[in-house]
């Protein structure tokens, strides 16, 4: 692994996986690059408790399948405190209560992965991956990537990120 800047980038025997923490700022322009899509965390009520986003991208560059499993992905802090990525059940139901939430639930179906991944050699899939916000007192969280498959291999990756907190 190797850090970028706030990228991490592990390189795999068949597969680069790239993570990076998002901040407010950093969603804004994620959305920004999709213009037919709205920000849904931007549609939330002041107040509300936002996600914590990791923007992943997987590059298939072996011969097999890659596999990913984003509802085995965990954050962990120090504390040993575990918190499962956010299902696409648990978006829909924080998104539907918001006015008008068809097409926040719209953006999130296209850019957060919730659902199992098979990609192919030679391809790209890139998403975020939402969590809830670590509890006040982490000061580092790793992301647990478990169920990640290059062909029939089980991979290790763990991202460990430092939390600063911005008043």
Same mark, same amino acid.
């Given at each position: 692994?190797? =850090?970028? #800047?706030?990228?991490?980038? =592990? *390189? $795999? ?15 804004? *322009?994620?959305?920004?690059?999709? %213009?037919?899509?709205?920000? %849904? !965390?931007? *549609?939330?009520?002041? #107040? =509300?408790?936002?996600?914590?986003? !990791? ?12 596999? !990913?499993?984003?509802?085995? &992905? ?8 575990? =918190? &499962? &990525? !956010? ?5 829909? +139901?924080? @998104? +539907? ?9 719209? &953006?999130?179906?296209? *850019?957060?992965?919730?659902? @199992? ?10 998403? $975020?991956?939402? @969590?809830?916000?670590?509890? %006040? ?9 478990? +169920?990640?498959?290059? #062909? ?6 763990? @991202? ?6 911005? %008043?």
């Amino acid at each position: 692994m190797r =850090a970028q #800047g706030d990228l991490v980038i =592990a *390189t $795999l025997q068949g597969a680069a996986v790239t993570v990076q923490p998002l901040t407010r700022e950093g969603l804004d *322009t994620y959305y920004s690059r999709r %213009p037919s899509l709205v920000n %849904p !965390f931007k *549609t939330l009520p002041k #107040g =509300a408790n936002r996600p914590l986003a !990791f923007i992943v991208r997987i590059q298939n560059i072996g011969r097999d399948r890659v596999n !990913f499993d984003p509802s085995q &992905a965990l954050l962990v802090d120090q504390q040993n405190r575990r =918190a &499962a &990525a !956010f299902s696409y059940d648990e978006l829909y +139901s924080l @998104f +539907s209560e918001i006015d008008q939430p068809d097409r926040a639930l719209q &953006a999130l179906q296209e *850019t957060v992965l919730t659902n @199992f991944l098979v990609i192919p050699p030679k391809i790209d899939r890139a998403g $975020l991956l939402l @969590f809830p916000r670590p509890e %006040p007192e982490a000061k580092v969280v790793i992301l647990d990537m478990g +169920s990640f498959y290059v #062909g029939s291999v089980e991979q290790l990756l763990l @991202f460990e990120f430092e939390i600063t907190r911005v %008043p």
